[in-house]
């Protein structure tokens, strides 16, 4: 199993500041993922960081507004920028060992913007 | 492009009684199949997943999930349900080739009661 560790847990943020989610495991992982829920739906996939590339987003998201860091095969950070209150979800990490192996998931950083 | 559709948004049932949730999905490659559940203020854990062979999938927990290509459902179930199930239920689809790039559906709430 890996355990992940997501940084900060809860955030409330002002409009138009910048907040940074760290995600630390604790073993190497090829894949590391990052996920949205908004409040009522279902988790809808930002992005795929993987270690020595750029990370790759889904339609719908942009790295300017949410750029992602990848520095080896423990850590990641995503940035939510310039936020509104629209951003006000929970944001969630996940990882996998390999392309065909089971994802593991962080407990969330939940976010409000006000 | 595959989709999930969870038909309920809410299930309570009393403590020992029998429970099912229900997942339909469509698409037009085979998939894999999981479900996921969220404990309170914890990261999401595999329940169990449909990769292929048998369409009757046991679980973590006392659960499994019956695959039905035909009616396109993956429902999943538990004969005697306890208090500590209390959870969100999450069924996810990937596209064959990996489990890259999970579609969530919009989840169902457990509520056991005593």
């Known amino acids: 199993s890996a355990v992940i560790s997501q940084k900060p847990s809860r955030d409330i943020c002002q409009r138009g500041t910048s907040l940074t989610i760290q995600c630390q495991v604790d073993s190497q992982v090829t894949m590391m993922f990052w996920y949205r829920q908004q409040p009522g739906q279902s988790l809808t996939l930002i992005a795929t960081a993987n270690q020595g590339s750029e990370a790759t987003y889904e339609s719908g998201f942009v790295i300017d507004k949410f750029p992602i860091s990848r520095p080896n095969l423990t850590f990641s950070t995503l940035t939510v920028s310039n936020m509104s209150p629209e951003d006000s979800s929970i944001y969630l990490c996940s990882v996998a060992r390999a392309s065909n192996e089971k994802l593991f998931f962080g407990s969330g950083t939940q976010l409000s913007v006000l | 492009a595959q989709s999930v559709t969870q038909l309920d948004s809410q299930v309570p049932v009393f403590e020992e009684a029998p429970v099912e949730l229900r997942c339909n999905y469509s698409s037009s490659v085979s998939v894999y199949l999981f479900w996921y559940v969220q404990y309170p203020n914890q990261g999401l854990q595999l329940l169990l997943k449909?990769?292929?062979?048998?369409?009757l999938v046991k679980g973590i927990n006392g659960f499994e999930a019956e695959f039905n290509k035909s009616q396109t459902s993956f429902h999943l179930r538990k004969p005697s349900v306890h208090i500590s199930d209390t959870a969100e239920y999450f069924c996810a689809v990937s596209a064959s080739g990996g489990y890259n790039k999970l579609i969530f559906g919009a989840g169902t709430r457990l509520a056991v009661h005593p």
């Open positions: 449909y990769l292929s062979g048998s369409t």
